[in-house]
């Protein structure tokens, strides 16, 4: 209930030319001494506050674990050191171990960059004091956008996760250099975000880094073996959300299944939020442990063995920023089947089905037994090229960073 107030009254309480006001005076309060990364003491600090706390291995946290490793492996020169956000400050972080200790507190320094490469929704905001002091002494910002989706469509995220990510926007925008984002639709949606919120948001870069991919090799299924057979699986990877439009799946199946098709619908994703009713839904379907299957938890030897065998895979969100699973199928060569929403139709050239936004069961399922009709796999070889892989994204991100601010 406060949240939904919170998410009511902060409009009435800050409207949109005070928070302009707030932004401007706080950017121009805390100017930025740029410095260029010229020595091994200037280091460039990375929040993973999320990953580091849980690590779901979807969505998000692939995304993070995946360009930090490689950021790790093209780091020659430069002073790479994971943080996140633990009592009231950021401290340094012993990330991918396990952080047993609270850790010592960043000692900020000129020269130094932030990386938000995790979406720390309240560390920002809470630890803001002494981050623009970092950034009048000479430390640079930068912020990864991943999608602005709670703001977009907020019928599908808590009230308090609406609240909390406008505020860490808002936090952001004092702060930041410079925002990348994982994809053209992401960079425009937040240029028009910031225009609400910058009196100038042309002093902020914003940059489109590549998503990229890697084909895992996938374990023998002997030594791990699933609870069902792989011969005829469709599946679905992303959290148990309501955007993921996990309901219109199943009943498209419920009417495939009532037509005697015998594939197995396979889901994998951690439940996320505001899914009671779905989850409860998946729990007490007759089908489940036979033609239905959810797998709330899978490395990514298991996912890629999935992708590998799988008819297909059927993305059925309302909103994405990018849609990572749409590009790993698509690279092990697993037939791909997409709301036609603009994330996924950015991926079209790749060989993407699309069907309909607002398709009715019926025409999904319809388009389901299509695709599993045509049964077209292409080698791995064939589909990953010209697909970026994650040492893109790492060599993007630390090209935008290290570069110099005119």
Same mark, same amino acid.
């Given at each position: 209930?406060?949240?939904?107030?919170?998410?009511?009254?902060?409009?009435?309480?800050?409207?949109?030319?005070?928070?302009?006001?707030?932004?401007?005076?706080?950017?121009?309060?805390?100017?930025?001494?740029?410095?260029?990364?010229?020595?091994?003491?200037?280091?460039?600090?990375?929040?993973?506050?999320?990953?580091?706390?849980?690590?779901?291995?979807? @969505?998000?946290?692939?995304?993070?674990?995946?360009?930090?490793?490689?950021?790790?492996?093209?780091?020659?020169?430069?002073?790479?050191?994971?943080?996140?956000?633990?009592?009231?400050?950021?401290?340094?972080?012993?990330?991918?171990?396990?952080?047993?200790?609270?850790?010592?507190?960043?000692?900020?320094?000129?020269?130094?960059?932030?990386?938000?490469?995790?979406?720390?929704?309240?560390?920002?905001?809470?630890?803001?004091?002494?981050?623009?002091?970092?950034?009048?002494?000479?430390?640079?910002?930068?912020?990864?956008?991943?999608?602005?989706?709670?703001?977009?469509?907020?019928?599908?995220?808590?009230?308090?996760?609406?609240?909390?990510?406008?505020?860490?926007?808002?936090?952001?925008?004092?702060?930041?250099?410079?925002?990348?984002?994982?994809?053209?639709?992401?960079?425009?949606?937040?240029?028009?975000?910031?225009?609400?919120?910058?009196?100038?948001?042309?002093?902020?870069?914003?940059?489109?880094?590549?998503?990229?991919?890697?084909?895992?090799?996938?374990?023998?299924?002997?030594?791990?073996?699933?609870?069902?057979?792989?011969?005829?699986?469709?599946?679905?990877?992303?959290?148990?959300?309501?955007?993921? @439009?996990?309901?219109?799946?199943?009943?498209?199946?419920?009417?495939?299944?009532?037509?005697?098709?015998?594939?197995?619908?396979?889901?994998?994703?951690?439940?996320?939020?505001?899914?009671?009713?779905?989850?409860?839904?998946?729990?007490?379907?007759?089908?489940?442990?036979?033609?239905?299957?959810?797998?709330?938890?899978?490395?990514?030897?298991?996912?890629?063995?999935?992708?590998?065998?799988?008819?297909?895979?059927?993305?059925?969100?309302?909103?994405?920023?990018?849609?990572?699973?749409?590009?790993?199928?698509?690279?092990? @060569?697993?037939?791909?089947?997409?709301?036609?929403?603009?994330?996924?139709?950015?991926?079209?050239?790749? @060989?993407?089905?699309?069907?309909?936004?607002?398709?009715?069961?019926?025409?999904?399922?319809?388009?389901?037994?299509?695709?599993?009709?045509?049964?077209?796999?292409?080698?791995?070889?064939?589909?990953?090229?010209?697909?970026?892989?994650?040492?893109?994204?790492?060599?993007?991100?630390?090209?935008?960073?290290?570069?110099?601010?005119?």
């Amino acid at each position: 209930m406060l949240w939904w107030l919170a998410r009511a009254l902060g409009p009435l309480i800050s409207p949109s030319w005070l928070m302009r006001w707030r932004v401007a005076a706080v950017r121009h309060r805390y100017k930025l001494h740029s410095t260029m990364l010229t020595s091994a003491d200037e280091r460039i600090l990375i929040d993973l506050t999320v990953i580091a706390r849980r690590d779901v291995r979807t @969505g998000i946290q692939r995304v993070v674990r995946s360009t930090f490793t490689q950021m790790l492996r093209q780091s020659a020169g430069c002073n790479i050191q994971s943080v996140r956000y633990n009592a009231g400050a950021f401290r340094h972080s012993l990330w991918p171990d396990l952080d047993a200790a609270k850790g010592e507190v960043v000692a900020f320094q000129a020269g130094d960059v932030f990386l938000g490469l995790d979406l720390s929704l309240d560390g920002i905001r809470r630890d803001m004091r002494r981050l623009l002091r970092a950034k009048r002494d000479g430390v640079r910002f930068w912020f990864v956008v991943y999608d602005l989706l709670p703001l977009q469509i907020p019928r599908y995220f808590s009230a308090k996760l609406v609240t909390r990510f406008r505020w860490w926007l808002i936090a952001t925008a004092k702060l930041a250099d410079g925002y990348a984002c994982i994809s053209e639709q992401t960079a425009e949606d937040l240029r028009a975000e910031l225009a609400l919120i910058c009196p100038d948001p042309t002093e902020i870069s914003i940059a489109v880094i590549p998503m990229g991919f890697e084909i895992v090799p996938s374990r023998d299924n002997r030594k791990r073996p699933f609870p069902f057979l792989l011969d005829d699986i469709v599946i679905a990877v992303g959290t148990l959300e309501p955007r993921k @439009g996990y309901d219109d799946l199943l009943d498209a199946f419920e009417l495939l299944w009532a037509d005697n098709c015998a594939t197995t619908l396979v889901i994998v994703g951690a439940p996320g939020w505001k899914t009671a009713r779905l989850q409860r839904r998946v729990r007490s379907h007759p089908e489940l442990g036979r033609r239905l299957q959810w797998m709330a938890k899978l490395d990514d030897h298991g996912l890629a063995m999935l992708y590998s065998n799988a008819r297909g895979l059927v993305a059925t969100s309302y909103g994405e920023g990018y849609g990572l699973p749409v590009l790993e199928a698509v690279a092990h @060569g697993c037939p791909v089947l997409a709301r036609d929403i603009s994330a996924f139709r950015a991926n079209a050239k790749h @060989g993407l089905r699309i069907f309909p936004q607002h398709a009715d069961p019926a025409y999904l399922a319809d388009s389901i037994r299509d695709m599993l009709r045509e049964g077209v796999r292409t080698s791995r070889m064939e589909a990953a090229v010209n697909l970026p892989t994650w040492q893109d994204t790492a060599g993007a991100v630390m090209a935008l960073i290290s570069a110099k601010r005119e």
